[in-house]
């Protein structure tokens, strides 16, 4: 089902306007209560592009179901409320394989909606975390083909234990790292695979993998 962002902007009005006595409620009232500027604002109705982190915050703040915001679901048939599920990035149409290959990096993203509590699990911070599908059985048994991945991009300092998603000149790869002086050395966990040496400049890290889901079928 698409989320129209016409649609969630007139149930952001009556939201704000219940709370304001009533009152009518403007685009910029809505844009200036998500904490967005107006022009991105406008931007976002235009191109149907919702902002779902801050529509989260506004309903946390108010403990508002989401599945009734989004999905109008009646929220008196829900145990959990708004406060126990988050929204991330979910990059589908990323091909990041363990070979590289993956291009167009933040294009179109998608959102997922999860319980908090995995991420607590896995220590990766809502706010810098985005989720990637693994294609290629290099990273296996660590990372299965189709699994998802957490990545947390505010983790970035390199030890030869972790594994990371980095992009480099031939796309994006998941594989561990290792220095050795001004060369990076991408290795797989599938030993079948040869690691393949880089030079440090000709890297970019984009973060590290927290966790991973697997598709048991």
Same mark, same amino acid.
């Given at each position: 089902?698409?989320?129209? #962002?016409?649609? #969630?902007?007139?149930?952001?009005?009556?939201?704000?306007?219940?709370?304001?006595?009533?009152?009518?409620?403007?685009?910029?009232?809505?844009?200036?209560?998500?904490?967005?500027?107006?022009?991105?604002?406008?931007?976002?109705?235009?191109?149907?592009?919702?902002?779902?982190?801050?529509?989260?915050?506004?309903?946390?703040?108010?403990? #508002?179901? #989401?599945?009734?915001?989004?999905?109008?679901?009646?929220?008196?048939?829900?145990?959990?409320?708004?406060?126990?599920?988050?929204?991330?990035?979910?990059?589908?149409?990323?091909?990041?394989?363990?070979?590289?290959?993956?291009?167009?990096?933040?294009?179109?993203?998608?959102?997922l909606i999860i319980d908090k509590q995995l991420l607590d699990y896995i220590n990766s911070s809502y706010k810098y975390t985005e989720v990637l599908k693994v294609f290629g059985d290099s990273m296996e048994p660590d990372i299965k083909e189709n699994s998802l991945i957490f990545v947390d991009k505010s983790k970035k300092e390199i030890d030869n234990k972790s594994i990371y998603v980095i992009n480099t000149l031939d796309g994006l790869f998941i594989k561990k790292l290792n220095i050795d002086n001004d060369k990076v050395i991408l290795k797989s966990t599938n030993h079948f695979f040869s690691d393949i040496k880089l030079n440090i400049n000709d890297i970019n890290i984009i973060g590290k993998v927290c966790g991973v889901l697997v598709k048991l079928i």
């Open positions: 089902m698409e989320i129209k #962002i016409d649609k #969630i902007i007139e149930k952001l009005k009556d939201v704000l306007s219940n709370e304001l006595g009533n009152k009518k409620v403007f685009d910029k009232d809505i844009a200036k209560t998500l904490g967005i500027k107006y022009d991105n604002f406008r931007k976002h109705k235009q191109y149907n592009k919702v902002p779902y982190y801050e529509i989260m915050s506004f309903l946390a703040k108010r403990n #508002i179901s #989401i599945n009734w915001f989004f999905f109008n679901q009646l929220p008196e048939s829900l145990v959990d409320s708004t406060s126990n599920y988050i929204i991330l990035k979910y990059q589908k149409n990323i091909n990041i394989t363990a070979g590289g290959g993956g291009i167009n990096y933040e294009l179109n993203p998608e959102p």
